[in-house]
Each structure stands twice: as C-alpha cells, then as structure tokens.
C-alpha cells in the first residue's frame, strides 16, 4: 500500500526519477517485513524453555538498541526541527515500551498476561499513529523546513540495518508460539525500519531539492498500517498486514 502511494507520486511528477530508483527498493523490502503472516499453532511444550531464552535476549537487545535510537534521534529532530524524525523518535519509544511489556511477559516471577501484554501493544500502535499524524499535520500548516542532520541520517541508516533485522527474527519466533503481543512488536520494528526511510528519505531530498513537505507527507502513509495492526493486537490476533 505504501509503495503504491509513493508510486502514484512519482507518475504525478512529485519525485524524480533518480530519486525514486534510490526510495523504492528500501521502501518495498521494508514493506515485505511488514507483512506478518499468522503464527504456526505447531509449537510444543518441549521447546517452551528455549524459546523463552530466545525471546528474553531478543527483547533484552531491541531495548539496548531502542534507548540510543531514541536518544539521538529525538535530540536530532529537536537540532533539525525535523517531523520526520520526530516521529522516528516518538516510534523509538513506544518500541522501547512495547519491547519492554513483551520481556515482562516472558519473565517468570514479574509474567503478565498475554491478552493484557497484548492490548498494551495495541494501544502503543494507536499512540504511535496518533504521534505521526499529529507531527506531520503540524509541519504541513507551519511549512517548516527542517535543517541537514548528518546525526539524522546516521541512526537512520544504522536502524535499516538493525531493524529488518529484528523484526524478521521477531515474526518468526511470533508465528512459532502463536503470541499476537510479540507479533505486533515485530509490525512495530518493521514499522520503525518503515519510518526510517521515510525520515533519512526526507532529510536527504530536503538537502538537495528543498522540499520540505515530502517528509510529513510520506510519514502519513504509515498511520493506515499502524491503526489497523493496532486494531489487530487489541483483539488479540496475529498481525497479518496486507
């Protein structure tokens, strides 16, 4: 759906062809990630323990990783006045709070229940979405053009690597213990490689082609996603984008 509305851009004339070649290959391989098929209901009892282990060291480094992400992305959207990445900020934390209610519930003696751990996800989702809405409305009525944030760009790039990452290894652990709060933390690390394009591509087309709108516009494409994967997790189902 992202790519479609990014593509429609682009035959309107309001991305270059250069620009578009270098967007849509990163934008359509985080799309991919995005789409979380339904867990397997084959997991056993057997490997209930390993898994645990997978899981708590998986979420233990998406909360290592989440703490700098958000602390340098919010510090550079506050040098850049960037919406963007204030948003790609905003999505850093709530992913640190999602990673951190999927780890209680992994954790024996503090353990909470997979239906609530689920609706908190959910409910990250619709903040989020309401943070980027929010964000990008405002930057489009002030016609703010943000500043070059070569800090931007760096935890940018650095989160395209990381978070496909994570988020694939997320699913998949997701799909084998049929957990709907671990999937919807994988919609938001795939969501936040999402929105690091998004940022890094309007930092970088405001750089060198002073369009300062493109970034709000482009982070309103994720608020559709995001709402309906919230919705997904609250009534606690897997996440199955698209």
């Known amino acids: 759906m992202e790519t479609k509305h990014l593509l429609a851009g682009y035959e309107r004339g309001f991305l270059n062809a250069p620009l578009a070649t270098m967007i849509m290959p990163a934008i359509s391989k985080v799309s991919e990630l995005i789409q979380i ?110 500043e070059t944030s070569w800090l931007g760009i760096g935890i940018t790039l650095a989160a395209l690597i990381v978070m496909p990452i994570l988020a694939g290894l997320k699913r998949q652990e997701a799909r084998r213990t049929n957990n709907a709060a671990l999937a919807a933390d994988a919609v938001q690390s795939a969501t936040c490689a999402y929105l690091a394009v998004v940022a890094l591509a309007g930092l970088a087309i405001n750089a060198l082609f002073h369009v300062a709108w493109f970034d709000p516009v482009a982070a309103l494409v994720a608020i559709p996603l995001l709402i309906k994967e919230g919705r997904a997790a609250w009534q606690g189902q897997a996440c199955a984008c698209c």
């Not at 900020?89 to 209610?101: H, N, T």
């Not at 209680?104 to 353990?111: A, G, H, I, K, Y």
């Not at 909470?112 to 964000?135: D, H």
């Open 37 to 146: 098929e339904p867990p397997s209901k084959s997991s056993t009892l057997a490997d209930a323990p390993a898994r645990r282990t997978r899981i708590f060291w998986l979420q233990g480094i998406t909360i290592v990783w989440m703490l700098a992400e958000c602390g340098l992305s919010l510090y550079a959207a506050a040098a850049a006045h960037s919406p963007a990445m204030l948003a790609f900020g905003s999505d850093s934390f709530v992913e640190l709070l999602s990673a951190g209610i999927v780890l209680l519930q992994f954790t024996p003696r503090v353990s909470i229940p997979e239906r609530k751990a689920s609706r908190v996800a959910g409910a990250l989702l619709f903040i989020l979405a309401f943070i980027v809405c929010i964000t990008a409305m405002v930057s489009l009525v002030w016609r703010r053009r943000p």
